[in-house]
């Protein structure tokens, strides 16, 4: 038996979300079912990140355990030949067999993309969340200085039963401009439910001087979804990275979920 | 009765180019229907430029009459609430009456983007060609500015019986890298038919290393379809602007057809 690691990216666009659920396709059930028609046994694999609908991945991670005796690295290429466009394998790898994909510290890097003219580009809908309001970037950026660091981050979450540890570190966001496209890149050791699309909603809010900066603070003191802005559309959001320190993999695991 | 210019841009990917044909939706067709229903009169628009299947635009434009009282700049707002979101009209203004988006000395510009990595990137497979081979930008750049000029660019260009005049002016290619995506952005006073993908689809053997830079020359001179490289795949071009020199739409028509 071994434990394969896969690198999986994804146009979220015609998917109903990473985790396998009744009421439509999801990434997760195309992994599963052409892995298991390539190695000729039933897979099941666990993914890093369950990206809501519509959501987007550069770099999500998921790991199975196989019998089977192709070499890990020859997965990725077997896969793409059998996966629609929409879902790539960029990488797959053998690791240790302790290693699971969301019981590990890892850091997460997300971007949210806002288009933002007086009208949308057709050829960027499926891929950024279009806006003509005008926004304000130096506002957007000093109310992002105020969640970076280890916060209580319960008002910038959707609630979630199993989710009783609200306490998250950001290490970094960073805004940019080109032209008309806004990113705004987060870092970060972990994300609550929703929390970066409730973070870009209320960012673009600042944005368009509705909330003002200095008020993140309060936001975040207040401990309660109402107090931030809206969840901002799904696709406008893109998972770019997950990055497992070297350690954590051959070390034994860490059962903390995050 | 008024002439209206329309800055047309969209996602190429579902439809069958912008003429109306009978095997599939256009974006001409789209433009006529929604025009006529909008403002109650049977609408049909000219188009600057008609793009295949898969080609993208930024800024095309199509000019149509019309008897409707709707000033011009409303048009864009009300039709973009009727088109489809891979559609938008990004500008509309009343022109001269003698102004047609074919036959004005126009310089366009167009974008081929290429996608080069080991495995494809789902969220760009729409909006870029990929490639897996490694390609090398200075020779690419060298082989473009034997293209830059005034010339017969027969060899670039699939024949139709139309058109007898094959000299056009290129006045600039650029070609830049930026992580695994290359751009060529390419101005000219006109292309001849599929004469962008077949410059990129030449380029792109030059940076295999297929066809050496200092052939371009040679290919020119041949005045050979057959001499040059393939024909590259649509969806990696779109059409980014059209510029018409201001002179133009206020002299009477240039009768050349371009």
């Not at 394969?4 to 109903?16: E, Q, R, S, W």
């Not at 439509?24 to 039933?42: A, D, F, I, R």
């Not at 809501?52 to 990725?76: C, Q, W, Y």
């Not at 109310?143 to 910038?156: I, M, N, Q």
Request: glycine fraction near 6%; include cysteine.
């Amino acid at each position: 038996m071994k434990r394969v690691k896969l690198i999986v990216a994804y146009d979220g666009t015609n998917y109903c979300g990473w985790q396998i659920q009744p009421n439509g396709v999801t990434v997760e059930e195309m992994l599963n079912h052409h892995l298991s028609q390539l190695l000729q046994e039933p897979i099941k694999v666990i993914g890093a990140s369950r990206t809501d609908a519509g959501v987007h991945a550069l770099g999500n991670v998921a790991v199975f355990d196989t019998e089977a005796r192709m070499p890990a690295d020859k997965i990725s290429y077997a896969m793409n030949t059998r996966l629609p466009a929409d879902i790539r394998i960029l990488d797959s790898m053998e690791v240790a067999v302790n290693f699971h994909p969301r019981k590990s510290r890892t850091i997460k890097t997300y971007e949210y993309c806002i288009y933002n003219r007086r009208f949308p580009d057709p050829t960027k809908r499926l891929y950024s969340y279009f806006t003509y309001y005008s926004l304000d970037i130096e506002k957007m950026k000093t109310a992002a200085s105020y969640l970076v660091g280890t916060h209580d981050f319960k008002s910038f979450s959707t609630w979630k039963a199993e989710v009783t540890d609200t306490v998250r570190t950001i290490y970094e966001i960073t805004i940019t401009k080109e032209n008309d496209l806004i990113r705004i890149h987060i870092r970060g050791n972990g994300f609550l439910y929703h929390m970066v699309r409730i973070i870009a909603g209320t960012l673009m809010q600042v944005g368009q001087g509705i909330i003002r900066p200095e008020e993140i603070e309060k936001i975040l003191e207040k401990k309660d979804r109402n107090a931030a802005g809206p969840t901002a559309r799904p696709e406008g959001l893109t998972l770019v990275s997950i990055e497992y320190p070297q350690e954590e993999w051959t070390e034994p695991l860490i059962f903390q979920e995050k």
